[in-house]
């Protein structure tokens, strides 16, 4: 605040004159050119309110005039002559009262003379008690003690005299002091409250029981309530809601034992019922004896604030979930993609034993998902050289012109020796290039795996000229491993096919068959099902269609963990190892998820331990493309697979039925179309065991397997 004097008087905080300082303080009116406002009571200064003076206003004394001059010369002297006038007045009363009663007092005639001195100091200070010391010394020494030629007769007088002077002066000293003090304490206690009352921040002052000692302006506008009303009162049964008092209690109880400065927020509630949001910093004053005396809150209003950052958060998360739909979005069609063109492959192994048709269409299939321009197959035989190479996306022209197949130089040589994938974006400028025959097209990037079953390499796959000129990424890669592994398999399997004859080929073709058939193509229908529901909820809820897409990506990744171990020779991957029970569990649990029949499982007890291997896995086979079959043909809301031992401890029961739209049962059997069926007769002669089909249309199918228990059981594959 910058204070401006024409008058040479200046009001300023800590410097300027005193007297204007404290009729400020004190409400005495002042003028200043703030709009007309004037000083209000308490120090506080506002255009006729207390609020407080505006920042930058300008208090000023009226311009010179006679009149002015001769006010102010008035208000300036006033003061002084009041001071001194008064000391001169008690002096006189001092000497009368003296006067009156000294019959009665005589010869001490000091004491009124001393209260005189110490009304004085009081009232008017060091000065006008040194002038009522002079004053009263001059009356007691011509008008109560001897005459000036008999003082040196009365030495005693003379030190009484001394001693009254000495006194009087120490009196004026302390009470002047004692009354500066004074008045220096109630300019600062002043100035705090005009401090405090103009504060926007909010200021309480609490006791050590929690009740309210002050109670600023920002404050009562906050909450509506006058310091009058809360004083005296605890904090929490004013302002705070329920559920927040025992928190700030303990908060309290913190500061009470020391444990300050400290930072709170909480909300407090206001006398029209509306929440704010308060953050408090808060510490406490400590007595002398080291005991908190008083804990001080300054808080600031923060409900807008917390409202914009959480509106903000709210809209960012909006923006960032709305993102991860479309990218949710966009994987789902991608993994839509995948699936499409893994179910294909596996029709195409499944569907069709010739070697060139397999090959080729898992070429096609995987020279478009990759949207490549070009693709190869290369079969090496059993001499490990390379004998047969199918290509895609060449026209027979082309292949013609090219002539005779390659002769494993250059990359294709070197993904052979290697036998690890490779990906090249600029096939002329790898050091294992060696150029391309006449007539061959044109081409830059490069993906290659090797083809591999029980460790032994039989091809090498190749997809070139990816659309758009981009080169392949790891996400190619994986995508064309998992299509390799079902072209090794399926090259394994014709292989195996051409060198052993009759009955054995056949019969190692339909285990393939059932185990692609049961296995790899019932989840894939599983992940099928999954994928429905989730386009299903594109719009709906993104936080359960992004689980549902990671379920999608676990699937196609147990997808190719089976087609692994089918490689391997070990079996789907996924159920390896597990007891009966807990492989159908997880299938019961799949199906649920990922179709509208609601299926339960009933195991009984000792029915895993009972079982060899073998046996658990051909009945898991067998339940599974039973249930399959209901979720895909019989429209059944509800279904059961209970397993248990006959009587006598000898047979395994398994008993699958549901509610399903049934069918007629042929008298001669069923045809040999029916892939699925003829597959678990065959598990089940396998086992030594039989299996009934029960169903009759619109009253459900009941499928009963009955597996003789041994600790060697024939598989026949």
Same mark, same amino acid.
């Given at each position: 605040m910058t204070v401006n004097s024409k008058a040479s008087t200046h009001l300023a905080l800590g410097s300027g004159c005193p007297y204007h300082i404290e009729r400020c303080l004190k409400g005495t009116p002042l003028a200043c050119e703030a709009g007309g406002a004037r000083c209000g009571p308490a120090g506080h200064c506002g255009a006729g309110s207390s609020s407080g003076l505006p920042v930058g206003a300008s208090v000023v004394a009226k311009p010179h005039d006679p009149h002015g001059v001769r006010n102010m010369s008035t208000q300036s002297m006033h003061p002084a002559v009041r001071r001194y006038g008064l000391a001169v007045l008690v002096t006189v009363l001092a000497f009368l009262l003296t006067v009156l009663i000294r019959p009665w007092i005589e010869p001490n005639v000091f004491p009124l003379f001393f209260v005189a001195v110490m009304v004085s100091a009081w009232y008017g200070g060091l000065g006008p008690a040194l002038l009522a010391t002079v004053l009263g010394t001059a009356a007691i020494f011509y008008f109560f003690v001897l005459s000036p030629p008999d003082v040196a007769r009365s030495p005693d007088v003379l030190s009484r005299l001394d001693l009254f002077v000495i006194v009087a002066l120490f009196i004026s000293v302390l009470t002047a002091a004692r009354k500066q003090a004074q008045e220096a304490l109630k300019k600062e206690r002043d100035f705090t409250t005009a401090v405090l009352d103009t504060a926007s921040s909010l200021v309480v002052v609490l006791d050590v029981r929690g009740r309210i000692v002050r109670f600023n302006r920002a404050c009562e506008q906050l909450t509506g309530y006058s310091f009058a009303e809360v004083m005296g009162k605890p904090v929490w049964d004013l302002f705070l809601i329920p559920e927040e008092v025992e928190p700030v209690k303990r908060v309290f109880a913190q500061l009470r034992t020391g444990h300050f400065p400290n930072e709170y927020e909480n909300f407090w509630m206001t006398r029209d019922g509306c929440r704010h949001l308060i953050a408090w910093s808060n510490t406490a004053l400590v007595g002398? @004896?080291?005991?908190?005396?008083?804990?001080?809150?300054?808080?600031?209003?923060?409900?807008?604030?917390?409202?914009?950052?959480?509106?903000?958060?709210?809209?960012? +998360?909006?923006?960032?979930?709305?993102?991860?739909?479309?990218?949710?979005?966009?994987?789902?069609?991608?993994?839509?993609? %995948?699936?499409?063109?893994?179910?294909?492959?596996?029709?195409?192994?499944?569907?069709?034993? /010739?070697?060139?048709?397999?090959?080729?269409?898992?070429?096609?299939?995987?020279?478009?998902?990759?949207?490549?321009?070009?693709?190869?197959? @290369?079969?090496?035989?059993?001499?490990?050289?390379?004998?047969?190479?199918?290509?895609?996306?060449?026209?027979?022209?082309? +292949?013609?012109? =090219?002539? %005779?197949?390659?002769?494993?130089?250059?990359?294709?040589?070197?993904?052979?020796?290697?036998? *690890?994938?490779? %990906?090249?974006?600029?096939?002329?400028?790898?050091?294992?290039?060696?150029?391309?025959?006449?007539?061959?097209?044109?081409?830059?990037?490069?993906?290659?795996?090797?083809?591999?079953?029980?460790?032994?390499?039989?091809?090498?796959?190749?997809?070139?000229?990816?659309?758009?000129?981009?080169?392949?990424?790891?996400?190619?890669?994986?995508?064309?491993?998992?299509?390799?592994?079902?072209?090794?398999?399926?090259?394994?399997?014709?292989?195996?096919?051409?060198?052993?004859?009759?009955?054995?080929?056949?019969?190692?073709?339909?285990?393939?068959?059932?185990?692609? +058939?049961?296995?790899?193509?019932?989840?894939?229908?599983?992940?099928?099902?999954?994928? *429905?529901?989730?386009?299903?909820?594109?719009?709906?809820?993104? @936080?359960?269609?992004?689980?549902?897409?990671?379920?999608?990506?676990?699937?196609?990744?147990?997808?190719?963990?089976? =087609?692994? @171990?089918?490689?391997?020779?070990?079996?789907?991957?996924?159920?390896?190892?597990? /007891?009966?029970? /807990?492989?159908?569990?997880?299938?019961?649990?799949?199906?649920?998820?990922?179709?509208?029949?609601?299926?339960?499982?009933?195991?009984?007890?000792?029915?895993? *331990?009972?079982?060899?291997?073998?046996?658990?896995?051909?009945?898991? +086979?067998?339940?599974?493309?039973?249930?399959?079959?209901?979720?895909?043909?019989?429209?059944?809301?509800?279904a059961q697979v209970r397993v248990e031992m006959d009587d006598d401890l000898e047979h395994v029961i398994v008993v699958i039925s549901d509610n399903g739209v049934g069918f007629a049962v042929p008298a001669e059997g069923f045809a040999g179309q029916h892939r699925g069926l003829r597959n678990m007769k065959q598990r089940v002669a396998g086992m030594g065991g039989t299996l009934r089909v029960l169903s009759t249309p619109g009253q459900g199918t009941t499928v009963e397997i009955v597996a003789p228990v041994t600790n060697e059981v024939p598989m026949v594959h």
């Open positions: 002398n @004896g080291g005991e908190v005396e008083y804990i001080i809150a300054t808080g600031i209003d923060v409900t807008e604030r917390k409202r914009a950052e959480d509106e903000r958060a709210q809209f960012v +998360h909006e923006q960032a979930a709305r993102a991860a739909a479309e990218r949710l979005y966009e994987q789902e069609q991608q993994q839509t993609a %995948r699936l499409w063109a893994l179910h294909e492959a596996s029709l195409a192994l499944t569907s069709d034993l /010739a070697l060139e048709n397999v090959l080729q269409r898992v070429v096609d299939l995987s020279r478009n998902l990759l949207n490549a321009r070009y693709g190869a197959l @290369g079969v090496i035989g059993e001499d490990g050289k390379l004998n047969q190479f199918i290509t895609s996306g060449i026209s027979p022209q082309v +292949h013609a012109a =090219i002539g %005779r197949l390659p002769a494993s130089l250059g990359l294709l040589g070197y993904l052979m020796r290697k036998g *690890e994938p490779i %990906r090249v974006n600029d096939i002329q400028s790898h050091p294992e290039s060696v150029g391309f025959p006449p007539n061959h097209p044109p081409m830059k990037t490069l993906l290659g795996i090797p083809l591999s079953y029980q460790g032994q390499l039989l091809g090498d796959l190749y997809l070139t000229e990816k659309a758009g000129g981009l080169p392949f990424d790891e996400k190619d890669e994986e995508l064309l491993q998992l299509f390799g592994a079902q072209a090794a398999a399926a090259l394994a399997n014709a292989r195996l096919a051409r060198r052993i004859e009759g009955l054995a080929v056949v019969e190692e073709r339909q285990r393939f068959a059932m185990d692609l +058939h049961d296995g790899i193509i019932q989840s894939i229908y599983a992940i099928g099902l999954t994928l *429905e529901s989730a386009v299903r909820r594109t719009d709906e809820d993104p @936080g359960a269609l992004r689980e549902q897409l990671r379920t999608i990506i676990q699937g196609l990744d147990e997808v190719i963990q089976d =087609i692994r @171990g089918y490689i391997a020779d070990l079996g789907p991957g996924r159920f390896g190892g597990k /007891a009966l029970t /807990a492989g159908l569990t997880d299938l019961v649990r799949s199906i649920r998820m990922n179709s509208m029949t609601q299926v339960r499982v009933k195991v009984e007890e000792g029915v895993d *331990e009972s079982l060899t291997p073998p046996q658990t896995t051909e009945l898991f +086979h067998i339940a599974r493309e039973v249930l399959t079959n209901i979720v895909k043909h019989a429209r059944a809301s509800r």
